[in-house]
């Protein structure tokens, strides 16, 4: 029986396959939590703990694939792929994303100082202390889910096909490397990201 296997290699040319699988990634898990909370909503008894995590996972992973970063955006043109209201509900992910979920900014959330008393000794006693009420949205309604799914799935038929583009152009480029010198150059495995350094970018191809 034959046996497949496999060496890592690096070359400038090979970056454009690596951004396009991180963002494959990301849209298909965009896609399975949105799927995994549509599901569960629909059950006769919910459990709705569950929305407010699943929205955040969910808005954040589609985000990442348009959002700035060490690795490439999706193309200004590839927006091409999509119909106008699958723009709109695009960019209105996108607003929820950046005003909402990772900066405090639009009204999806408020907080209101209130004074609280005792209604029937309130002429006595007046104020008896301040609170403060916090309201916010914790989960995306179920139009919202299959509107992302849809997108998702939209978004990964073009980032499926570059990534077809991508290997079927390095390919011939491999190819022409002699074996001695594609082993001889492969890349030890690298070390375990290191939790203490969130700051800390990663290098290039």
Partial sequence: MATNS??????????????YT?????????????TAIL???QKPA??????????????????????MGVRLKLHEEAASVLTD????????FMHVRDKYIAHSVNAFE???????????????????????????????????????IDLASTWLQYVQQKL????????PIVRKIPLEDLFRSAPRPPPAPHMSQPEKRRRRL
Wanted: charge should be negative; include cysteine; proline fraction near 3%.
């Fill in 39 to 41: 599901e569960e909503i």
């Fill in 6 to 19: 496999f060496i890592e290699f690096r070359l400038a040319e090979a970056q454009v396959l690596a951004d």
């Fill in 110 to 148: 408020e907080s209101e100082p209130v004074a609280r008393y005792w209604v029937e000794t309130v002429q006595q006693e007046g104020i008896t202390a301040i609170e403060c009420n916090h309201r916010r949205i914790v989960g995306l309604s179920e139009q919202d889910l299959k509107d992302i």
């Fill in 164 to 171: 077809r583009e991508e290997k079927d152009h390095l390919l």
């Fill in 22 to 34: 991180s963002i494959d990634f990301d849209l298909r898990t965009a896609r399975d939590f949105a």
């Fill in 46 to 67: 919910p459990n709705w703990s569950l929305s407010d995590p699943f929205m955040v996972a969910t808005i954040i992973r589609y985000a990442r694939a348009f959002s």
């Fill in 85 to 92: 209201q699958q723009r709109a509900n695009h960019n209105h």
